[in-house]
């Protein structure tokens, strides 16, 4: 199984790719839109700004090739937020995949969001064998409005979208790669699509 790792600069790739590795698979790091498109699965990482990470992107084409992507695509954090229409981060247009807004945390919250949180309504077979209300570890200043597409919710101040399905696109907003166990079975489970 090919996995390739989108390589655009903003990331926490490394963690990534050790987690695929504990898993028993490798994974490449690429920017190359041929081989991301040849992958068996595509991990779309995320750490930093959106206006910033979509320059990036934009720069590369890869703003054009990953919403054409047809095999399974996990979007991680900012490449969940990436994926969603509209970012109030930066008043940045996204990759539209995801039909619903990016917005930022009322200030009746500590921003960011740092550490574990617990997921709940899940609804897609990225969860397979994770428990109603498991806790995942979230760093983010921004979230996804609730929407049709939301598999998962977090409840932070608000309730939002903490994971999001659209045919064989998946986001989530929280470190899989960092989140324990739990957080191992959804990548094994994602890599089993």
């Known amino acids: 199984m090919k996995i390739v790792i989108i390589n655009y600069g903003a990331g ?30 595509v991990i779309f990482p995320g750490v930093g700004e959106a206006s910033s990470a979509m320059t990036k992107l934009k720069a590369t084409g890869l703003d054009r ?4 992507l047809k095999q399974p695509v996990l979007g991680i954090c900012l490449g969940m937020q990436l994926m969603c229409k509209h970012s109030e981060e930066g008043n940045t247009n996204g990759l539209g995949i995801f039909d619903v807004k990016v917005k930022k945390f009322s200030s009746q919250v500590k921003v960011p969001q740092i550490g574990w949180n617990q997921i709940s309504l899940l609804k ?19 979230y996804a409005d609730k929407c049709d597409e939301m598999i998962a919710e977090t409840v932070y101040d608000i309730h939002y979208a903490s994971a999001l399905q659209k045919g064989n696109f998946y986001g989530v907003q929280f470190h899989p790669e960092k989140s324990s166990k739990a957080g191992a079975k959804i990548l094994e489970n994602f890599l089993k699509l």
């Open 65 to 68: 090739i990953i919403p054409t």
């Open 124 to 142: 897609s077979s990225l969860f397979t064998g994770v428990k109603e209300n498991e806790y995942m570890y979230l760093v983010h200043s921004f």
């Open 12 to 41: 926490n790739i490394q963690s990534i790719k050790f987690a695929i590795q504990r898993l028993g698979f490798e994974a490449v790091l690429s920017d190359n839109a041929t081989e991301i498109q040849q992958a068996d699965k």
